[in-house]
Structure formats: structure tokens, C-alpha cells
């Protein structure tokens, strides 16, 4: 063949070529080559398809002849470094291959400087915080609400007065809410271009990491250090929403100017891939061993990727089932199309930004794949390379940590380290609405994150709304969970009373009940005289018959244009554990 001998003009061994495909497996790139990092491509196989099944199909083992090859065994991929000739007329000609992606640089992470007076120095607040936090750790309370005063930026206030506000009122938007042990025992991982760990933001909470403990980034090469100065203020941003987590640095990110001592810094989408795997695997490793005082991760992703990569949407889709929620960024395009990995739905959750005037936030994208609104323009944040000063920055990436944040705090409080649709659940069960919201779209939602602390439809005793005293969510590989019932019969009432089936609680007022199933058979006699929503959303079947039965239950609820499905879990009364089990939408 005309290919193999070039191939083997190269210096690459051949084996016989087995069975070919009649036309090329898919091929996923960007159309502007600047995007593209030279000859480097990311190849994904069939579910059972090996990679001696590959090598073999091509002719060629590559794990042997390329200069550069890395086995991706958790998604069954590949990176390797690869002529056109090769990828083109042998790798896509493989039946077992699902797609090829070419390796993409990732858009640079969006923000900039704004033009207001920097702070010098935030040391009277954080020392009254610290003193704060140092104070209720001692508390027995489930929970502790208190209020600070603060002159340190207006995004915490905004999303933590459970209404609107008044953006000239100065009393009320220098006024902050929150509950002790906020976010305590999260690591939340900043995907970014590094983290200043030596600025005062980081020194009174629990000690933030470089991720693996290393000077130096894996991902992009070189030190993990901010030189940039992005991710050190978004991870002030998330720290200041949950102040007991545990801020872990993932440089994924960097500059990239000649001029720049990082110029030989790579961040592209193997870089992001590899850092999603590393944290996910620790994050399960940290399931199986339950560490004391851990309670689950969370990703923030303030920057955006090639819109039709589907390995780095596979990666962050296994970071979500293993229980890890992910924060992303709608971008600064001034656009009504967010751009990856916003939207992608039910594995993601994605902001964008406005102003104190609730005023779309300057350049901030906005359209369908938003998921929720949050403050972007203007915000205070620790500036890297410093050890006491602050700077204002505004964009949509300013917005991502804002809500990475407030995951930390339903993650810690509830534990919820397996459940993501619950997390994400908890965000549009506490967010407002805000009638002054202005420069958005019709496409775009509505809903204004807050993180429930002065939330009106909140259970009494509870720091927001969506939880219940046993509340103990687990995401579940299944699409059904058995529901036992065991009803006592009365063999003596011909006519006995109908039996109830409960699913209630977790879902917000006014949800829409969609639809109802019992998906095993009932025993002789029974059937399913009808379903209702009550007032607080909560879902009821009614059997017709009472009797020992073993039913599995699935309820699928509508609220705020998401589709979310519920089952309850019962045995002898219909008051249970609740567990959420998937998520669409």
C-alpha cells in the first residue's frame, strides 16, 4: 500500500493490516489551525476494542514507534504524536476507533483587570474572620448563622441576602452572610493558571496544595506557581463563599507571550484531561478510604475548551459520576453561545455574569447553556505574587468560582461526595429571582445563585433549602432503585383503603409531577389509581390494593425547565431516605 510504504519510509514496523472500515471514523477539530497543537492527536476506542486489537487492525504497534505515546486506559484513548498520513488513512480506518481528536491549546483563561484603586491590604477582615471561624469551630449547633460587616467587594453580600438588593443601599450590600463550618472538609480544585499559596487569603483557613504536592505542574510543564495572577484570584473568590475547604492549585493554565518566562508552557486539552483523571482517581481513592474529616471535591473551571471535544466531555462526565461537581465558565465572547464546557448538561453547571446592577457583566456570554447567574463585574480577589493586596477583576471566570463555592458548602454540609444531580439540585433550589436583571436574552435563565442562608423556603434548623434531617443522597449507576413496600393486608375488608406511596420533600414548590411508574408488576389485584403533586412538590402513587409488595418507583419531576428523576426508598411506612438518582435536562 502506498500509505504503509510510507510509513515504513519513516521507520515504523508494519504487521498485516486486519479488517478496515469503508469509510473514516469521525475526526474532531477546530477549523482555525492556530488552535491546533502540531501532530498531536487524541485517539478514542470502542468499549472491548484493545489496543493490541488496534495495533493490529493499523498495522502498526505505536506505543513502540512513536516519539511520544500515552495509554488512557480509564477512557480507553491514546494521546500519541502523529503524522497526518497515519491518523488519516490507518487509525480512522478502524472500525473499533469511536473518534479521533486533534490535541487543542484551551482558550486562555478570561478576565480582566479593572480600572479601580487596588487594596493594600484586607488584614483587619480577615483577622475578624479568622477569629470568627476560630470561635465557632468550638460550637456543638448543627449549624451556626452569622453576619459580617464587610468592605471586601459586593459579590458575597449579593448571593447570600436571599433577595434582591438595592444596589445604593450601602448598609446592604456591605452585609454578608454565613453558616459555620461552611464548605469544611471539600477540596475544591482550581483548574487555572495557578495559585499564589503564600497570599494572606489562604493563611487563616485550612492549608491550600499544589495538587500532588509538586513545585511543578505536570499538565502544562513548569512551575505551578501564578504567574499570571488569574487563579489566584479565583480561588480567593470560592474561598470566600466556603471558607473551611481546602483550596487545591491544578495549573492547567499559563501565558503564553514570547516575552514571558512560561513561554514554553503548554495548556491544551491533554492537559485538562490528564488533570480531570488524576483528580478524580484521588478523589474515589479518597471514597474508598474515607479520610477523617473529608467530605467530597469540587472542580471549578474558569476557562473554555474547543466546543467539539468529546474526550474532555467524557473525562469531566466520569468525574461527575464519581461524585465530583463542576463548576464552568459561559466565557467573555459577548455572545449568546457560552462556550465548552458550558453546557454540557447534567455534568456541568455554568455561569455567567452582571454587575452590582445586575446588569449583564462586560463582554460575559449568556443564551441557553446557562445554567445561573452570578456576580462578575468588579470583583475584589487576592492578587498573586503579593502577600496583602487585592485587585478587581471582571468576567464570566470571576463569576465560575462564586458558585464552585457555594457547591463546597451543600458538599461539605451534607456530604455529598457521590451525588452530583444533588449538588446541582441544591444550586436551583436556593437561587432568587431578580426582576432588575438586564442585558440578557430571553434564552437565558433567570435564576440568581444564592447560597440559601436567608433563604425563605429553608426547612427551620437548616442553613438552606433542598436537604432534610436524613437526607443522604448517592448517585446510583442504575437508571431505577427498588423501592420495598410492605403494606399490611386486611383479608377481612373487602374494600381496603387505597395505600400511598410518598416521594416528598426534595422537590421545590410548584415542581410539575410528569410522570409516575411502577416499572416491576404488581401482584395480582393491584394497579395504580393515580399520581399527585402537593403544594411543596412532593409526588404521590396511590395502589388500590394494600398487601405485601416489592414495587420499583421512579417519579420524574419538572422544575424550572430541568427534568430531574426521584425515587424513594421505603420499607413499612412511606416515609423515608430520599435518593436522588439521576439528572437530565
Not at 485538562?272 to 472542580?299: C, F, M, Q, Y
Request: aromatic share 8%.
Amino acid at each position: 500500500m502506498k500509505v504503509l510504504s510510507v510509513l515504513l519510509s519513516g521507520g515504523l514496523a508494519t504487521a498485516a493490516i486486519l479488517s478496515r472500515s469503508e469509510s473514516p471514523r469521525p475526526y474532531h477539530r477546530d477549523l482555525d489551525d492556530s488552535k491546533l497543537v502540531k501532530d498531536e492527536y487524541l485517539v478514542k476506542l470502542s468499549s472491548g476494542h484493545t489496543l493490541d486489537n488496534h495495533f493490529k487492525v493499523i498495522g502498526l504497534d505505536l506505543s513502540k514507534e512513536c516519539e511520544i505515546f500515552r495509554h488512557m486506559p480509564r477512557y480507553n484513548a491514546y494521546h500519541a504524536r502523529l503524522n497526518e498520513e497515519t491518523v488519516h488513512n490507518l487509525i480512522r480506518y478502524d472500525p473499533g476507533v469511536d473518534y479521533v481528536e486533534h490535541n487543542h491549546f484551551l482558550e486562555s483563561p478570561d478576565a480582566e483587570t479593572v480600572p479601580m484603586d487596588e487594596i493594600e491590604s484586607q488584614s483587619n477582615e480577615l483577622h475578624e474572620r479568622a477569629e470568627l471561624m476560630n470561635d465557632l469551630r468550638k460550637r456543638d449547633e448543627p449549624y451556626k448563622r452569622f453576619v459580617l460587616s464587610t468592605t471586601h467587594g459586593w459579590g458575597r453580600p449579593y448571593i447570600t441576602a436571599g433577595k434582591e438588593l438595592d444596589p445604593d443601599n450601602g448598609t446592604a450590600i456591605q452585609t454578608s452572610y454565613y453558616w459555620d463550618h461552611g464548605g469544611q472538609g471539600v477540596d475544591i480544585y482550581i483548574f487555572d493558571s495557578g495559585v499564589d499559596l503564600n497570599h494572606v487569603a489562604f493563611v487563616h483557613g485550612v492549608t491550600p496544595e499544589n495538587f500532588g504536592d509538586a513545585d511543578n505542574s505536570p499538565y502544562t510543564g513548569g512551575p505551578a506557581a501564578d504567574k499570571d495572577g488569574h487563579g489566584t484570584h479565583v480561588a480567593s473568590i470560592a474561598l470566600e463563599i466556603a471558607p473551611w475547604a481546602k483550596i487545591m492549585n491544578v495549573k492547567i493554565s499559563c501565558k503564553r507571550s514570547d516575552n514571558d518566562p512560561e513561554s514554553d508552557c503548554k495548556q491544551t486539552t491533554l492537559g485538562l484531561i490528564n488533570a480531570l483523571e488524576d483528580v478524580t482517581a484521588v478523589h474515589r481513592k479518597k471514597l474508598d478510604n474515607n479520610p477523617d474529616g473529608w467530605t467530597g471535591s469540587v472542580i471549578n473551571l474558569s476557562l473554555g475548551v474547543f466546543e467539539g471535544t468529546q474526550l474532555v466531555k467524557d473525562a469531566i462526565e466520569d468525574a461527575a459520576l464519581s461524585g465530583i461537581p463542576v463548576a464552568a465558565t459561559a466565557g467573555n465572547g459577548d455572545r449568546p453561545n457560552a462556550f465548552a464546557p458550558c453546557g454540557f448538561r447534567g455534568i456541568t453547571i455554568c455561569a455567567s455574569a452582571v454587575n452590582r446592577r445586575y446588569k449583564r457583566g462586560l463582554g460575559a456570554n449568556y443564551g441557553k447553556k446557562v445554567d445561573v447567574i452570578a456576580p462578575g463585574e468588579g470583583i475584589l480577589g487576592a492578587k498573586a505574587n503579593t502577600y496583602n493586596e487585592w485587585t478587581y477583576k471582571t468576567g464570566t471566570s470571576m463569576a465560575t468560582p462564586f458558585l464552585a463555592g457555594t457547591m463546597a458548602l451543600y458538599v461539605g454540609y451534607e456530604e455529598l461526595n457521590t451525588n452530583v444531580p444533588a449538588v446541582f439540585f441544591r444550586v436551583h433550589a436556593n437561587t432568587i429571582t431578580v426582576n432588575s436583571l438586564s442585558g440578557f436574552n430571553d434564552a437565558t435563565t433567570t435564576e440568581f445563585l444564592n447560597t440559601g442562608i436567608n433563604n425563605p423556603r429553608k426547612q427551620h434548623g437548616f442553613p438552606y433549602a433542598g436537604t432534610s434531617p436524613n437526607a443522604k443522597l448517592r448517585l446510583r449507576d442504575t437508571t431505577e432503585e427498588e423501592l420495598n413496600v410492605n403494606v399490611k393486608r386486611d383479608d377481612d375488608n373487602d374494600d381496603p383503603e387505597p395505600t400511598t406511596i410518598s416521594i416528598p420533600d426534595i422537590a421545590p414548590a410548584g415542581a410539575t409531577a410528569t410522570h409516575v411508574s411502577l416499572s416491576t408488576d404488581l401482584p395480582t389485584g393491584f394497579s395504580v389509581l393515580g399520581s399527585a403533586t402537593a403544594d411543596d412538590g412532593a409526588v404521590e402513587l396511590t395502589l388500590s390494593e394494600s398487601g405485601a409488595a416489592t414495587i420499583d418507583a421512579v417519579a420524574t419531576i419538572t422544575s424550572n425547565g430541568d427534568v430531574i428523576s426521584f425515587t424513594d426508598s421505603v420499607t413499612g411506612t412511606p416515609t423515608a431516605i430520599k435518593t436522588l438518582f439521576n439528572s437530565t435536562g
